[in-house]
């Protein structure tokens, strides 16, 4: 017996599988399956086969639950049938192995080698109008692939208000960038972070934001303490070398 039978909710599984896309007043019921891991070796791997009407998630296997859960009515009555069909588990249980392993193997070790680290920079945003609240910038360059996740933490809590950000940004080239906009008010002694999670990083990676100056100034002062130290040797130099030369000359009138 399919899986389609046994679905109990005839109205709308007829009524959305049997529509074609013409216009906006049409139902779609999708099916999805998911694989979603972490770990290079695969072993963190949940598999979900998600039943959608419209937008609506009504029912999902999860592996990790190993069975069938229903968010609606529809939803439950067919979980608690198709939980009670052994075959129907065992062939959902077995697919962590057989269809997301089996893939992930492939597409993995053909993206992995590839990976390109991004490189991430911290920035604070001027907006007309006033210095408040503060505006951070966190923003990633050429890394490959583009899935990637960037957000915020305030002494390492996540923040999540205020937090816009573009979409993984084609360079053109096979890498991509995103941006990531902070808002907030800013508290003295607090530490505000940027994290990535990227699959070229074996672990989030966190870069901490310098309120102390901005870049431009931060700059400015490292070109000019070059050319001070730069000046100090000069100077150093050209004394010792006097030194040596009055020395020496001392040396010749004895
Ligand atoms: C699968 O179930 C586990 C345990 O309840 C849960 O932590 C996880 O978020 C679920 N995965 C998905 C994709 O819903
Ligand atoms: C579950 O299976 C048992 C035994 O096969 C059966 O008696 C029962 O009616 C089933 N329950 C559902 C909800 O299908």
Redesign the pocket.
Known sequence: MSLLKLFNCHLIVTVSLFTQAESANEYFTTRWL?C?YKSPDLSDM?Y?DNYHFNKYLFI?F????GKYVGFNECGMRNAEYWNNDTRILQGERGDVDRFCKHNARNYDSAVRSKAVKPNVKLSSVTRAGGRHPAVLMCSAYEFYPPHIKVSWLRDGKLMTSKVTSTMEMADGDWYYQIHSELEYSPKSGEKISCMVEHASFSKPMIYDWDPSLPESERNKIAIGASGLVLGIVLAAAGLIYYKKKSEGRILVSN
């Open positions: 998911r979603t949940v979900t999902q999860n592996s990790t639950l």
